[in-house]
């Protein structure tokens, strides 16, 4: 009984991060997000990666990966916790890239905890982290250790090309009036580390922000000086996310 349990709670739950709860909640504000994705392909289009192979780190069912980006690579290798992933990601994407040449290798592990080996085994691919690092701190569950390993993994990527979406901040909204204008909104391009309160309280004040609001812990994720494009995410009714997206180039293997 308890094994059952446990196998329940995981498609479910997937650590926190994904299972049912997450791929429902998705498919039912697919519409909702159509900005957001939007304008992370328009993040990504501007992305030139040096490497032909991608690591796709948090691929879930790829609810948030424009095509467009996945199909630029003639390998991906996406990691996930979530034992729907893989089948969900396939069925949404697999068609795509299998017309497009692309070669899809799925894996349920967890990329964080073994990133180390995970960058040995992938010596020459470009990595993304797909709208993971933000629920870090959820999966922890000690804010003070959640963000050292955050602000560390700059770090351990030195010299690697890569880049995440992620959160930034979210909380609850007066009114979601502005769903349908997110392209109009003012774009945030920042320099990572450098969002100051000032313009911390512009973006509340973007999409009517009310009560309090949680802070993610990524400000540090990228190196200082880092262009980055901060976004928002009409999450659920009344409950918005600002999402910070970001690319390191690195060195040529």
Not at 9 to 38: E, F, M, P, Q
Not at 46 to 68: C, E, F, R, T
Not at 213 to 229: E, I, K, M, N
């Amino acid at each position: 009984m308890t094994q059952l349990f446990g196998l329940v709670h995981d498609l479910w739950h997937a650590g926190g991060t994904g299972g049912l709860n997450w791929h429902v909640h998705a498919c039912v504000a697919r519409h909702r997000w159509k900005g957001t994705i939007s304008e992370i392909d328009r993040f990504l289009q501007q992305v030139q990666p040096n490497a032909k192979d991608l690591v796709l780190i948090g691929a879930s069912a790829g609810w948030m990966m424009p095509p467009s980006w996945l199909v630029r690579f003639d390998r991906i290798d996406a990691y996930d916790i979530d034992p729907l992933a893989a089948h969900l990601f396939n069925r949404r994407h697999g068609q795509t890239l299998r017309a497009q040449g692309t070669e899809l290798f799925m894996h349920r592990q967890d990329a964080l905890a073994s990133l180390p080996d995970l960058l040995k085994r992938h010596p020459h691919a470009c990595l993304w982290f797909d709208n993971l690092l933000g629920q870090h701190r959820y999966r922890v569950r000690d804010e003070v250790l959640a963000e050292q390993q955050l602000t560390a993994l700059k770090h351990q990527l030195h010299g690697r090309s890569w880049g995440s979406v992620h959160d930034l901040y979210s909380g609850p909204t007066h009114h979601m009036a502005w769903v349908d204008r997110i392209e109009s909104l003012t774009r945030y391009e920042v320099e990572a580390s450098q969002l100051d309160s000032q313009q911390a309280q512009a973006l509340l004040h973007e999409v009517s922000a009310k009560d309090v609001w949680s802070d993610h812990l990524t400000t540090q994720v990228f190196a200082p000086g880092t262009p980055t494009t901060l976004i928002p995410w009409p999450f659920k009714d009344h409950h918005c996310h600002w999402l910070q997206a970001g690319w390191v180039q690195g060195f040529k293997l």
